[in-house]
């Protein structure tokens, strides 16, 4: 049982990418925990048992006597099963089928994802103007954008800010969810339209994530970074990469940022 224990955690060890670097503290201690577990259970807990356990037959207190009823009809249950199970192979033998091809079923079908989305009842937005846009005019952009939020009766609260020339953020704050109809992310599909009604600014709503890994406020979820030492080749495949992107089911709200160098 140890060497299996440690068989399926050592692949963890080998992961990449960032669920590989959280996970590889995880996978060492627990490797070494049940080692040392497995090590323990073959030297010291026998030497220990053949010290301190003694077949007493005398007069035990109402503790011991319950805990020792209740190990006797788990073993009685365990006994009756087993004997079930042996009398009706084929019955046990399908029975075990149908939970394998259960466990099947649910792996293609059930929902998964590193960061799970949750309801924190907080939506995120940045706006984007173009480069020539005054901060005047950007001014009255993100009014009118923080406008169409504060007018869903779902939303509590708005607060938005343009700290650069043709960037904004925007804060939404929602009522409990008890009292509101729709989540986090079926509001963003319901408001993302309005937003982009908006003429001269693109607005891109999202739900924070539990755990943010990069640190950075960005318009999206997701980022794809494209590196080259040549900036035009940057600016040349760039355009032809998000026409593929947008084309392809799933993805939403697909934009480039500013070239670092």
Known sequence: MTISLVAVFIPVLFMGGIVGRL?????????????????????FTPMLG??????????????????????DALTRSYDYTLQKALKYRFTTIMV???MLGGTVYLFFTMPTGFIPSQDSGFMFGATMAGQDIS????????????????????????????PEGNRGFIFVMLK???????????????????MWSVPGVMTFLQNPP??????????SLYQ????????????????????????LPGFVDVKHGPADR
Do not use: C
């Open 176 to 194: 409990p969810r008890a009292e509101r109809a729709y989540s986090v992310d079926q509001m963003i599909d319901r408001l993302r339209p309005m």
């Open 224 to 247: 794809l970074t494209l590196q080259s030492t040549n900036l035009k080749e940057i600016y040349t495949w760039t355009p032809p990469l998000m026409d593929k992107m947008r084309a």
């Open 50 to 71: 053949s010290l301190f356990l003694r077949h007493d037959e005398g007069k035990h207190g109402v503790v011991y006597r319950g805990l020792e009823s209740g190990f």
């Open 23 to 43: 996970l590889h503290e995880f996978s060492v201690t627990i490797t070494v925990a049940i080692l040392i577990s497995g090590f323990v259970s073959l030297s």
């Open 96 to 98: 075990a089928v149908a």
């Open 210 to 219: 539990p755990i943010t890994i990069t640190g950075q406020n960005t318009a």
């Open 135 to 162: 901060f005047e005019s950007m001014a009255k952009h993100q009014y009118a954008v923080a406008e169409i939020v504060r007018k869903d009766p779902a939303v509590s609260d708005v607060g938005a800010f343009a």
